[in-house]
């Protein structure tokens, strides 16, 4: 996806997502299918700090290390 529509589709995500009282955490994963089945992914979250810390445990059974990297 060029870089302009993934901007306009998470910042129409984020606005639907936040008007019907939604919090939103863009969270990619870094890795392949042998890393993912081992639970040793990198993930790297911007959004909602609150939001990120409430998925921490799920992180961290999914991956190595998270990585929150602002709004």
Same mark, same amino acid.
């Not at 870089?3 to 919090?23: E, M, N, P, W, Y």
């Not at 955490?25 to 299918?33: F, I, M, R, T």
């Not at 409430?54 to 990585?67: H, P, V």
């Given at each position: !996806? /060029? =870089? +302009? /529509? =993934?901007?306009?589709?998470?910042?129409?995500?984020?606005?639907?997502?936040?008007?019907? #009282? $939604?919090?939103?955490?863009? %969270?990619?994963?870094?890795? *392949?299918?042998?890393?993912? *089945?081992? $639970? !040793?992914? +990198?993930?790297? =979250? =911007?959004?909602?700090? #609150?939001?990120?810390?409430?998925?921490?445990?799920?992180?961290? %059974? !999914? $991956?190595?290390?998270?990585?929150?990297?602002? *709004?």
């Amino acid at each position: !996806m /060029h =870089a +302009v /529509h =993934a901007k306009l589709t998470r910042d129409t995500l984020l606005q639907v997502i936040v008007s019907r #009282g $939604g919090r939103f955490l863009e %969270a990619p994963v870094s890795g *392949n299918q042998q890393l993912s *089945n081992d $639970g !040793m992914l +990198v993930i790297l =979250a =911007a959004g909602d700090r #609150g939001l990120y810390e409430d998925c921490s445990s799920c992180f961290q %059974a !999914m $991956g190595k290390t998270s990585f929150f990297l602002g *709004n």
